[in-house]
């Protein structure tokens, strides 16, 4: 089964950089999830798209910007990158016809390391 | 305030026993879900089971059920016949005012990581 796709896998940034992280959604999912998941911490929520609005934010620096593409891939920006970016970030897809569970399925991350 | 707590940084058990790591929760909203994700070292995020709050059983799935005490607003996971393959990070996540909800951010908790030992 098609699982969600984050691109790239690995990312090594400077400082005061930018960076872009991709999302593919499992195939008809309409929701997009942003988590971020520091050294040792528990994912936290950054941001969230349905049917390519933003639908909830979360602790999201101004320096980041997200948005949802007609295909319903997503991407998340990433501006004047500070050491503290460095993490996990993982992108999660459900379906708004999912059921009950609505649950949400977690691509393998990105893991971006700022220098 | 933290809406989950886990209070067990790590747990160890032997290979074939059970397990129980422990997950509290905090909401004011009388629908919400419960979820356990195991993440192994490799780091990717795997969803093991999920409780609603109107579900009236217990949730299982295969080797994993959820201990679900609504008046204590916990939920447990136990983990049976432990295998070396289950050593991992377990996180326990909330999303409020689930039941037909289609949006929501998951609350997770700080994590266990549990050591299966031969």
């Known amino acids: 089964a098609a699982g969600v796709i984050q691109s790239p896998r690995h990312l090594i940034k400077e400082k005061r950089e930018t960076a872009t992280l991709k999302c593919y959604p499992i195939?008809?999912?309409?929701?997009v999830y942003w988590y971020q998941q520091g050294p040792g911490q528990d994912p936290q929520f950054l941001i969230s798209f349905y049917e390519k609005m933003q639908s909830d934010k979360g602790s999201i620096p101004d320096r980041f910007s997200a948005q949802q593409f007609s295909d319903y891939h997503s991407e998340l920006n990433m501006s004047s990158l500070e050491l503290g970016d460095s993490a996990l970030y993982f992108c999660a897809s459900s379906s708004s016809l999912g059921g009950s569970h609505n649950e949400q399925f977690f691509g393998p991350g990105t893991r971006l390391t700022v220098l | 305030a933290q809406k989950i707590t886990q209070t067990q940084p790590g747990m160890f058990v032997q290979e074939k026993e059970a397990v129980t790591l422990d997950c509290t929760y905090d909401?004011?909203?009388?629908?919400?879900?419960l979820f356990w994700y195991k993440q192994p070292s490799s780091g990717e995020m795997i969803f093991l089971i999920y409780?609603?709050?109107?579900?009236?059983q217990n949730a299982t799935e295969g080797r994993y059920s959820l201990n679900f005490q609504k008046a204590r607003k916990s939920a447990n996971l136990v983990i049976s016949a432990s295998q070396l393959g289950d050593s991992a990070m377990y996180f326990c996540a909330m999303r409020e005012g689930d039941r037909g909800s289609t949006l929501g951010r998951l609350y997770f908790g700080r994590g266990t990581q549990l050591t299966v030992w031969p």
């Open positions: 195939p008809r999912h309409d929701t």
């Open positions: 909401t004011s909203d009388q629908s919400y879900g």
């Open positions: 409780q609603g709050s109107y579900d009236e």
